[in-house]
């Protein structure tokens, strides 16, 4: 059909005629909307999009920090994507990333509140939530407040080292191996879940895994089309409703456990009162009536956002450390003249500790458990650079590259923690410090980040004073080579974390077997 018979079959319809000048109509009225939204001001530079999926295609499969941080020298610091309508900005500059989520946090604060992202009802999880009111409620803050000033009483690695090598002191132990989210329910409720079963290890890591699918951009049709959401699980194809029964029953497990947790009764002192006693620190009952409820909301994020983040930091460092004897022969020299060798570090000695905060930092700064925090979503239009950002942006800040910069940081694949130090103290004037990055940004920033350099600095500093790292060997004693690559996803964790430890000395192995029966 040529075009003149086409327009004179349309025209002989009057309703064919209405049908088409309303699409004519409603798609000038889209443009001249965007228009006077954009200002005219073009989207930011990306890979071409095709009609509907948009850049599905161009959206990379792994390691998305590696593949973004290339695309840089193409397109430059800030890149586009839009997949299914979704819309996603890549952030491969520190000051861009300051300008935009710190700066201007009040619109940057907002999480994907996406077709997957409501299938499990997240609003009973914090971590990705949609922006609530400008101010944190009472109840966030105090969590917060509370997490700065909790210091980790237990040393999980001393623990699961001391259970390991306690009894039998073995020549080698195969690999850092213990369960973060296990050690996490001992350090903050005393409540040993190995003794009850692994419901609670189970249901965080299914609420992981779930994690991990929602902020995955392009992987179910879902996003794109909404209404699918609607078609009931037993209809054959229908994948992501049948992830959605098992992901609702995930978060619900996960509250239970939780409230279950919060509410153990551990020889007539609660967990919830020796909690919310040891967390004011003052050895009075917490004044408030929600004390209840802040606790629960505490062991929620703490659970939820601290077990895998700090355990995968540690296991890094654990791989660091048998990658770079002199970095661990300088720690223990430094552990040795300010601990001495007949007892555990404590935290009154972390200001003298030079070397091992610097240790800390690096090992935050080498492998990035979130190499692209979590994401941000915009709430209102904004410009930036010359380019209009349209609301409902998710802005990724490329953290990693931003690590692993070697304008910034010299060498960054190389573990080095005296890139801090200068003139024998902890200097950030010439590189930045990483926990102003790697904890994420404004309204968002970790709330547990306190927390977590705390027990970082604990753990580390105890498991250096006591044990030598070195590479894993074979069964006939030839030394293993482990390559320092960390996993894909949202989250990463070290892929190879073998390696042997052995108490440094007798003395050593006193301690450690005394930390056994402290903990
Ligand atoms: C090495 C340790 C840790 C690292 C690297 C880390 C990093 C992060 C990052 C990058 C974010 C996202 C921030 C953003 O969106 O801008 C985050 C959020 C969060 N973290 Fe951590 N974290 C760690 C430990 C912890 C601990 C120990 C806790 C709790 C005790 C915790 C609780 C949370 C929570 C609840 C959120 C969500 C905050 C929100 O969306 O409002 N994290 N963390």
């Known amino acids: ?133 400008a101010v944190r409620s009472k109840v966030e803050a105090t969590q917060a407040h509370v997490l700065a000033r909790v210091l980790p009483r237990r040393c999980p690695f001393l623990h699961a080292g001391a259970r390991e090598i306690g009894t039998q002191v073995p020549q080698q132990a195969a690999h850092v191996a213990f369960e973060p989210t296990g050690e996490c329910a001992l350090v903050l409720f005393d409540v040993d879940v190995s003794d009850e079963g692994d419901e609670l290890i189970e249901v965080v890591e299914a609420a992981l895994e779930w994690h991990g699918d929602a902020f995955t ?5 879902v996003e794109a089309f909404g209404i699918l959401k609607y078609i009931p699980p037993w209809v054959p194809g229908a994948t992501v409703q049948k992830l959605s029964v098992h992901w609702r029953s995930t978060v619900a497990r996960l509250k239970m456990e939780i409230d279950r947790l919060a509410k153990t009764d551990t020889g007539g002192n609660s967990a919830v009162n020796r909690m919310v006693v040891r967390t004011a620190g003052s050895g009075e009952k917490f004044p408030d009536n929600d004390a209840e409820e802040i606790v629960r909301n505490v062991a929620a994020v703490a659970i939820d956002g601290g077990s895998d983040t700090m355990f995968s930091t540690v296991q890094s460092l654990f791989v660091a450390m048998s990658l770079y004897p002199d970095v661990q022969r300088k720690a223990q020299a430094e552990l040795d003249v300010v601990v001495g060798p007949n007892r555990l570090p404590n935290f009154e000695d972390r200001d003298t500790l030079v070397y091992i905060n610097a240790l800390v930092r690096e090992a935050l700064r080498w492998q990035n458990v979130l190499p692209f925090a979590i994401p941000h979503q915009t709430v209102e239009d904004d410009e930036f650079h010359g380019h209009f950002i349209p609301a409902g942006t998710n802005i990724f800040p490329n953290v990693w590259a931003c690590m692993h910069d070697p304008a910034i940081y010299p060498d960054p694949e190389v573990f080095r923690p ?31 980040r306190y927390f977590a350099l705390n027990g970082l600095f604990i753990n580390i500093a105890s498991a250096l004073h006591v044990f030598d790292i070195t590479p894993p060997v074979d069964e006939n004693g030839k030394v293993i080579k482990v390559d320092p690559q960390v996993s894909s996803g949202l989250l990463c964790y070290p892929e190879d974390c073998r390696c ?5 000395s007798s003395q050593a192995e006193s301690l450690i077997r005394e930390a056994q029966s402290l903990y």
């Open 418 to 448: 005296e890139r801090f130090i200068r003139d024998g103290k902890l200097d950030f004037s010439t590189v930045p410090d990483p926990t102003r990055f790697v904890f994420g940004f404004g309204r968002r920033v970790c709330p547990g």
């Open 500 to 504: 042997t430890i052995k108490p440094r």
């Open 1 to 133: 059909m040529d075009f003149v018979h086409f327009a004179s079959t349309l025209l002989a319809s009057p309703a064919l005629v209405g049908v088409f000048c309303a699409f004519v109509f409603a798609y000038l009225h889209s443009r001249a909307a965007w228009n006077t939204r954009s200002r005219g001001l073009p989207l930011p530079p990306g890979p071409r999009r095709l009609p509907l999926v948009g850049n599905m295609f161009d959206w990379p499969k792994t390691y998305h920090w590696v593949a973004f941080r290339d695309m840089r020298a193409r397109y430059g610091d800030v890149l586009y994507f839009d997949i299914m309508g979704r819309r996603m900005m890549i952030l491969g500059d520190p000051s861009d990333i300051l300008e935009l989520l710190d700066k201007r946090s009040a619109n940057s604060s907002s999480r994907d509140y996406s077709s997957l992202n409501s299938l499990p009802h997240p609003q009973d999880r914090s971590g990705i939530q949609p922006q609530r009111d």
């Open 217 to 221: 951009p392009g992987k179910y049709l």
